[in-house]
């Protein structure tokens, strides 16, 4: 275990692809850097112009036509949109609003509330797709040209049509913040990742809560680590006793609780980080437990059990992800039950010991109970890193997929890998790599045309330029293409799909510092860059040639060889190019079956009915599978009348046994037997890790029945497979109000008229403190969801409490006006 970290160095040696090793005196002129390094906003803008008018980009035709414009080429429809709850409350509307005809009408309804700027009901509100698109497609590619980025108008013009159709048909999609403010704020908040730094005065604590505030406002996220606050069993200068970091916690929950409900776009989204080795970390580890148990006893007592009700209302730590950061050293004193720690702030002097093992076994209870903490580890994260001249990465944003310095932002945006199945099913390679280089040159112009909350982000954004490109429908990828999400020959195809991303937006990258120069801090990290990028080509080795179509393959390694080269020769304009993000909100926009790197939920889904109800929808990735896996057009039929009637589709008449885990879910049916194992999902993970800048947005879902221990297994082996971060969640581990579903709602409407009696006055009977439960789970458009019903001592259903595994704050505004 001693030696992880150096056989991790030999492997991402990168002998075996012939990379080129040329001695430093062989290497092209290095730019000057020294005074770009120092210089910030509109000063560094110019330095670009003044670059980019010798030169600029040029982009070629693939989707569009010259002069004809997307958005003219497809048909348009008038709908209403309206969101509604369970009984049928209209809580948001909008009517006779354009949408292309192709569009669900989920993805109306969200995109209509969520992104149409303008005041409900006033002239000023968008009425149209059409609009939203032109708003977003036409000032980015209006800064483009005022920035210099093109080699001619031509050019300019080729960018801005195909960036429109690449939105317009739902291949791709910005993150929010792009979507709530580009075209509407002058200097608009365009990134939904930051982290943020901390130090152990006052004025810094109180500074991060007013930074936090301004960024939740604007729809975006924050993480921090707060280990360099001092704990409390440390002296102040002036004697007293010091605060801790989890009592300032407690003040800043409290302001994204409220903000999340005042602010224009949506709820807050927050990660609080601590080291493993701060003195305050036991308290850190169960601060969230205790507020949890708290919250049950409230619920049990009568209390409004949802999201925004009194009970969870009434206790701390609600409106953020919690995480330890773990180093290897700390993981391998728990596989040798060894001792660790804990050390003072202020002067490092040792406080606590406790067996190493301990400690995770009690992370490990805590994400049994409530699925908090995660885990990020340090030292994997450290050794990926980019820019370590510069200094370590500590923290992470709320998803734990942006993972960079202290003091920065990244734009996300994510591709529709559903969008890029060529008519035959296989992967239209020059298709994704073209959309990639569109995204990425989009987001890349955001970066200066963008604002930061402080100065110190601001310059940081710029000087490093990360950004966040990823995709979303891999699990739906995987299943139309007849593959198991838990195979190795599902593992090594979205190994090849991610590697051939992010090696394109590292070319992308390079061809962009070629014509405008590197980020400003690229000089100090030139070689740690180059070794990095040598690291995630190296790993191209671990794909496996017999698993993956040879023409991917000879794609993935033809552009990693290509990014190498162009960026040895001229370096790379970003620091970070590539994440997997949740995608939740932009997955409903882009009618994505399964979200970011998750598999499907569920292969039956219910949509509510305005006038109530349930309509009950089979994935339409199912029949594609069928398809690819040779059945005949009558035997399809059979086999999803069968999944339709007893939703599974286990036990389907003429369906081979060896077939059925390609259909096999984050969680088990109705009826059925199957699901996809928690290590499954870890190993999924581990075989992109290698080809992400950044890290991945995702939960691990674990059974009901899952024990504390397990959880810690599973911790010690997303170390050991080269995890960066992991975040768990236990079936029905978390309680939230009890409600009655449209299902079953349905169902009573059904009953005679004749069998109905007048309801009886309501009398509450408790139900006993240790009752027996049923949990179901479900899902709504590719998100995991849990329903818990109560049984009394005779059987009758005595409650039901609703609950979603940690999500965006799409999810759980969404879950919200479902359990009203």
Known sequence: MKDRTEKRLQAAAGTELGMDARPAADMAPELDLTALAGQAGEDFREEVRAAASRRGLRFARRCTAPGINPLDEIKWEHRDASIVTKEGEVIFEQKDVEVPKSWSQMATNVVVQKYFRGGLGTPDRERSVRQLVHRVADTIADWGIADGCFASPADAETFRAELTYLLVHQHAAFNSPVWFNVGVEKK????????????????????????????FKYGSGTGTNLSPLRSSREKLSTGGEASGPVSFMKGYDAFAGVIKSGGKTRRAAKMVMLNIDHPDIVDFINCKVREERKAWALIDAGYDGSFNGEAYGSV????????????????EAVVADGTWTTRAVTDGTPMDTYRARELLDMMAEGAHVCGDPGLQYDTTINDWHACPATDRIHGSNPCSEYMFLNDSACNLASLNLMKFRREDGEFDIEAFRHAVDVMLTAMEIVVDNSSYPREAIAENSRHYRPLGLGYANLGALLMSRG?????DAGRNYAAAVTALMCGQAYLSSARMAEHFRPFAGYKPNRDAMLQVI?????????????????????????????????????????????VLAPTGTIGFMMDCDTTGIEPDMALIKYKNLVGGGMLKIVNNTVPEALTRLGYTEEERRRILAHLEEHETIEGAPGLKEDHEAVFDCAFKPIGGRRSIDHMGHIRMMAAVQPFLSGAISKTVNMSNETTPQEIAEAYIEAWQLGLKAIAVYRDGSKRTQPMNTSRDGAK??????????????PQRVRLPDERAAITHKFS???????????????????????????????VSGLMDSFAT
């Open 188 to 215: 608009p908040q365009c990134s939904a990742c930051f982290i943020n730094s901390v130090e152990d005065s006052m004025a810094s604590i109180l500074g991060l809560a007013k930074t936090e505030g301004l960024l």
């Open 316 to 331: 701390f730590f609600q409106n953020s992800n919690n995480s330890v950061r773990v180093t290897d050293e700390f993981m």
């Open 483 to 487: 593959l198991p999400y838990d195979s």
């Open 534 to 578: 040598q690291k995630h080509r190296s790993h191209i080795n671990g794909i496996n040639a017999h698993r993956v179509p040879e023409e991917l393959l000879d794609a993935v390694k033809a552009v990693w060889s290509d990014a190498y080269t162009v960026g040895y020769d001229y370096g790379y304009r970003n620091a970070q190019v590539t």
């Open 748 to 761: 009573q409407a059904r009953k005679p008229a004749e069998d109905r009696q007048s309801p009886p006055s």
């Open 780 to 810: 709504i458009a590719g998100h995991e969801g849990y329903l818990t019903i109560g049984l009394y001592p005779n059987g009758q259903p005595g409650e039901m409490f609703i609950a979603m595994a940690k999500e965006g704050s799409v």
